[in-house]
Nanobody, 123 residues
């Protein structure tokens, strides 16, 4: 089994920044992709960003492009989400997810999920 633990969420003013981390432990694989998704109250879970094993392939939702950056450190089995210029539409529970193979934007293709970390933006 794989365990994913997110951290770094919190309260930030609009326009501010946060950096989320997601550490994987347990049974790990080589060549796995990582993704970030978010879910706001009353809304469906939505894709935020994803990254390939090598880091050479990244995908972003249009709503976060240019503001959020995904990166990873494979030696630490950790993926990061740098969130800048946070907006009132960004608050949600942010989840990291892991899947073997290439990154996708489809949540159902991911095999393992973290418990989520809350991001709140004050105006």
């Amino acid at each position: 089994q794989v365990q994913l633990v997110e951290s770094g969420g919190g309260l930030v003013q609009a326009g501010g920044s946060l950096r989320l981390s997601c550490a994987a432990s347990g049974r790990t694989f080589s060549n796995y992709a990582m993704g970030w998704f978010r879910q706001a109250p009353g809304k469906e879970r939505e894709f935020v960003t994803a990254i390939s094993w090598s880091g050479s392939i990244t995908y972003y939702a249009d709503s976060v492009k240019g503001r959020f950056t995904i990166s990873r450190e494979n030696a630490k089995n950790t993926v990061y989400l740098q969130m800048n210029s946070l907006q009132p539409e960004d608050p949600a529970v942010y989840y990291c997810a892991l899947r073997r193979g290439a990154p996708t934007h489809v949540g159902d293709t991911y095999d393992y999920w973290g418990q989520g970390t809350q991001v709140t933006v004050s105006s």
